[in-house]
């Protein structure tokens, strides 16, 4: 079975225990999370978790119509990498000393398009948003000149086709109102 890696967003209300029953739907099956982010969403007091797997057709299926059981869950979807626009975001501290005794650091956090966040007698913390191998990429590259911490965040996304979530989390809000 050929494995793809897949986005699955999960519509959510927001209450205790939901992240526990979701995480344990995949644990269950041995899947492995690559991701997970979560934010409120367009509309009031929906949230929106963000979910990256790597598994097959029919089972990602299953997974979604899974979390969709959920009491919680207002609706969940998957995607695949072709069919969204996502980012990931980190951060890197790093020794203050590299940046004013290595002249190298500054072309790497130039061409890397990164940015310098704040700067420290001790540290400075350099940030950049793109996809995981870009920052994968600078982290390697910082290593050397003394990287102290490293960051990553989930992937975050929007997919490019209409969802036709917004909808039913409109009808979601009028009928908590």
Do not use: C, W
């Not at 699955?8 to 269950?28: C, D, H, W």
């Not at 501290?93 to 001790?122: G, Y």
Request: avoid cysteine; charged fraction near 30%; charge should be positive.
């Amino acid at each position: 079975m050929k494995q793809k890696t897949y986005t699955i967003s999960v519509y959510t209300e927001n209450n205790i225990g939901l992240l526990n029953r979701i995480s344990a739907i995949f644990l269950k099956r041995h899947i492995n999370i690559e991701s997970f982010s979560t934010s409120e969403s367009e509309i009031k007091n929906v949230f929106r978790f963000v979910i990256v797997v790597k598994m097959g057709d029919e089972k990602v299926v299953k997974i979604v119509k899974q979390i969709e059981k959920q009491v919680d869950v207002i609706k969940a979807y998957y995607h695949t990498d072709g069919e969204t626009i996502f980012q990931e975001n980190a951060l890197y501290k790093v020794k203050s000393s590299a940046l004013f005794e290595e002249r190298h650091i500054q072309n790497i956090i130039k061409d890397s398009h990164s940015n310098i966040v704040t700067v420290s007698p001790e540290f400075f913390v350099i940030e950049l948003t793109g996809f995981r191998s870009e920052t994968e990429k600078l982290r390697k590259e910082l290593e050397p000149y003394g990287l102290l911490q490293f960051v990553r965040s989930g992937r975050i996304s929007v997919t490019k086709a209409k969802m036709g979530i917004s909808e039913i989390l409109n009808k979601f809000k009028n009928n908590n109102k």
